[in-house]
């Protein structure tokens, strides 16, 4: 039998002595909604399992390509066995809440054979890469909303053309920057987004966080 993600969240709750009438009431849900997610009913949505790995101080949960699920494991470089991706919670990274967001909270890790990640993302350490999930349409084309998209978080600095997560004012973005002159351009891939500059005298307003090195589609199409 598979180990899944609620199979850790109800051991952790028999060994805290947590009830699911207790949980919802802290979570501030109905029992019946927990009941619905911790027997794979109903999925909730990335906030709510991030809430309860929170209440319940787990830390942080593998999801595997089979779907079983392990606790508490550290990323690693490409010298061990396994490469691990860290998902990202944004909130927690920046430290604070934002007026309009591009990206969810996703608090988990993503294990990948040594061999397939040495084929998939070359010589980039494990350290340096996470993965956020998208929840805007407004880089449609290129990614769409629901998309994993994989970070390198030691490019914190404007360094050329790209894809680019960042903040400008209240406002989190992942968003398409281009240098025309003395401005930076920001693009939306979806054409129904106007483009909007950021002047010189704007610039102590930009936080550039990470810059996007590759996406993965989790559009399902039914074909039959």
Known sequence: MLNTWQNIVKNKM???GETQESLAEKLNVTQGSIAHWLSGGRKPDTDIISSIMK???INKIIINSDGSASENITPNEFNNDN??????DITSYSGKGYIDSDVMQVIKLVKYDLDQAKIIFKRINASDLKIINIAS???QGT???GDAIYVDVSKKEFIGDGIYVFTFGQ???VKRLQKIKNKLIVISDNKKYKEWDISEDEVDQLNIHRKVMLSQSMLLRKHG
């Open 171 to 173: 406002c989190l973005y």
């Open 83 to 88: 490469f691990y991706i860290e998902v990202l």
């Open 137 to 139: 349409d407004s880089m």
């Open 14 to 16: 028999r060994m805290l």
């Open 143 to 145: 990614f769409d909303s």
């Open 55 to 57: 209440t319940l101080e």
